[in-house]
């Protein structure tokens, strides 16, 4: 099969790309694995470097860059974008309440998408708002299945508790009532990517009075359904 793309330049920097793929290279080595000329094997790689899209390891051998792994993030968030969108109006039709999506950042969770509740008494919660870790079902959810250590450090300052985070991790899912927002209650489940890590939540959140004290009752089943979902779609598409 060809595959020469016509762009000469171009060809020769996935060869150089391709060769690093198999383990760190030196230029020698690199030279061996694409047959290109040292000259141009040496530019190329260091042009790469450059970008950050090849670095070098302590023996200053070429290895594939850091960019490439910021690159493969951003294509994950973008599809696990696309794949819960749908799911997530559907989780709204089906449980009359708002729906969202988190991911973790840091010491927050961050709101990266949404089906709001279109009429009546709704707890709305924009598209990039950042709510802290130490409060709310989506963070119980985010920390559960953290390291030791990790979990442990998260736990300091929440209102929930490590017996908490034991139960959620034994039913799956999550709720909260009045721990982030008073008057407000939430029901939220894993989304896993691959390896089964936690990579985000989805949420269920409306007034306490529709959600009632035990909202896990009402919308833990829908919640963990839409959860599997796109957890499943992620696998399809990677």
């Given at each position: 099969?060809?595959?020469?793309?016509?762009?000469?330049?171009?060809?020769?920097?996935?060869?150089?790309?391709?060769?690093?793929?198999?383990?760190?290279?030196?230029?020698?080595?690199?030279?061996?694995?694409?047959?290109?000329?040292?000259?141009?094997?040496?530019?190329?790689?260091?042009?790469?470097?450059?970008?950050?899209?090849v670095?070098?390891?302590?023996?200053?051998?070429?290895?594939?860059?850091?960019?490439?792994?910021?690159?493969?993030?951003?294509?994950?968030?973008?599809?696990?974008?696309?794949?819960?969108?749908?799911?997530?109006?559907?989780?709204?039709?089906?449980?009359?309440?708002?729906?969202?999506?988190?991911?973790?950042?840091?010491?927050?969770?961050?709101?990266?998408?949404?089906?709001?509740?279109?009429?009546?008494?709704?707890?709305?919660?924009?598209?990039?708002?950042?709510?802290?870790?130490?409060?709310?079902?989506?963070?119980?959810?985010?920390?559960?299945?953290?390291?030791?250590?990790?979990?442990?450090?998260?736990l300091?300052?929440?209102k929930?508790?490590?017996?908490?985070?034991?139960?959620?991790?034994?039913?799956?899912?999550?709720?909260?009532?009045?721990?982030?927002?008073?008057?407000?209650?939430?029901?939220?489940?894993?989304?896993?990517?691959?390896?089964?890590?936690?990579?985000?939540?989805?949420?269920?959140?409306?007034?306490?009075?529709?959600?009632?004290?035990?909202?896990?009752?009402?919308?833990?089943?829908?919640?963990?359904?839409?959860?599997e979902?796109?957890?499943?779609?992620?696998?399809?598409?990677?």
């Amino acid at each position: 099969m060809d595959n020469s793309s016509g762009v000469g330049v171009l060809d020769k920097a996935v060869l150089v790309l391709n060769a690093l793929e198999a383990g760190p290279a030196s230029l020698a080595q690199l030279v061996q694995a694409t047959g290109l000329a040292r000259p141009t094997a040496h530019r190329l790689a260091v042009a790469l470097e450059h970008h950050r899209i090849v670095s070098r390891d302590t023996q200053g051998r070429f290895v594939l860059g850091p960019r490439l792994s910021e690159l493969s993030t951003a294509a994950g968030e973008d599809r696990l974008l696309a794949v819960a969108a749908p799911v997530l109006m559907q989780l709204r039709d089906l449980t009359g309440e708002s729906a969202q999506l988190y991911r973790r950042q840091g010491d927050e969770r961050v709101c990266v998408a949404a089906a709001e509740r279109t009429s009546g008494l709704r707890d709305t919660v924009p598209v990039g708002s950042a709510l802290p870790m130490t409060a709310g079902s989506a963070a119980q959810i985010l920390l559960a299945w953290e390291e030791p250590d990790r979990l442990h450090r998260g736990l300091r300052g929440a209102k929930f508790t490590a017996a908490t985070l034991a139960s959620v991790r034994r039913r799956g899912w999550a709720h909260s009532v009045g721990e982030r927002e008073q008057g407000v209650a939430s029901v939220s489940a894993p989304i896993r990517g691959s390896g089964g890590k936690v990579i985000a939540a989805v949420s269920v959140s409306g007034p306490i009075e529709r959600l009632t004290r035990a909202p896990g009752r009402l919308h833990a089943v829908p919640v963990m359904a839409a959860a599997e979902r796109i957890t499943e779609s992620m696998r399809r598409t990677s």
